[in-house]
């Protein structure tokens, strides 16, 4: 079993930033791809940024400029830092990530609140 595990959310004024971290624990044998989506009340989940265990990134165009996706292999790690956040990039944020162990399987957090007033 894995256990993906967030921190980092908030609430920040529009303009400012956040970093949201995700830490993967349990039994398995390596992570590929690790990332964020979001969901915005009324709206449909949609990814945000990921990463692969090579660092290639891939981002939403609504983010690209001021989100940056980073991980720390070692740690099992992901972190995702927010930069000039508009209220529009108020949703629950959800962490995943594509584990192997016997097979590929995908994993997600719990989820952490982020909320950007105007």
């Known amino acids: 079993q894995v256990r993906l595990v967030e921190s980092g959310g908030g609430l920040v004024q529009s303009g400012g930033s956040l970093r949201l971290s995700c830490a993967a624990s349990?039994?398995?044998?390596?992570?590929?791809?690790m990332g964020w989506y979001r969901q915005a009340p009324g709206k449909q989940r949609e990814l945000v940024a990921d990463i692969t265990s090579h660092a290639i990134t891939n981002y939403a165009d609504s983010v690209k400029g001021r989100f940056a996706i980073s991980r720390d292999n070692a740690k099992n790690t992901v972190y995702l830092q927010m930069n000039s956040l508009k209220p529009e990039d108020t949703a629950v944020f959800y962490c995943?990530?594509?584990?192997?162990?016997?097979?590929?399987?995908?994993?997600w957090g719990q989820g952490t609140q982020v909320t950007v007033s105007s």
């Open positions: 995943y990530a594509s584990v192997w162990s016997d097979e590929m399987y995908d994993y």
């Open positions: 349990g039994n398995f044998f390596s992570i590929n791809t």
